[in-house]
Nanobody
């Protein structure tokens, strides 16, 4: 059973940075596709990025381009989301999700989810 635990969220001022972590257990990270999604109040869950076997698949639209970056440390069994130049519209609960091998665009296709971590961007 894959277990995912997000951390690193919090309150940050506009223009600031955060690095979110997704700790993975219960399955070999090498065989998993790990994606980051976010969900703001009243909005659908939207994809950010996914990494599988060293290949990164971009799921985001232009609003996150050049500001968000996914990475993975297999030794630490952790996937990261570096977020720079944060904006108030980035405020959301951020989730990591997993499936075996394949990165999907749709959140519905991921079998495993973490509990989420809140990111609030405000002055």
């Amino acid at each position: 059973q894959v277990q995912l635990v997000e951390s690193g969220g919090g309150l940050v001022q506009p223009g600031g940075s955060l690095r979110l972590s997704c700790a993975v257990s219960g399955f070999t990270l090498d065989y998993l596709a790990i994606a980051w999604f976010r969900q703001a109040p009243g909005k659908e869950r939207e994809g950010i990025s996914c990494i599988s076997n060293g290949v990164i698949t971009t799921l985001y639209d232009d609003s996150m381009k050049g500001r968000f970056a996914i990475s993975r440390d297999n030794a630490k069994k952790t996937v990261y989301l570096q977020m720079n130049n944060l904006k108030p519209e980035d405020t959301a609960v951020y989730y990591c999700a997993a499936d075996v091998w394949t990165c999907y665009e749709s959140a519905r296709q991921y079998d495993y989810w973490g509990q989420g971590t809140q990111v609030t961007v405000a002055s």
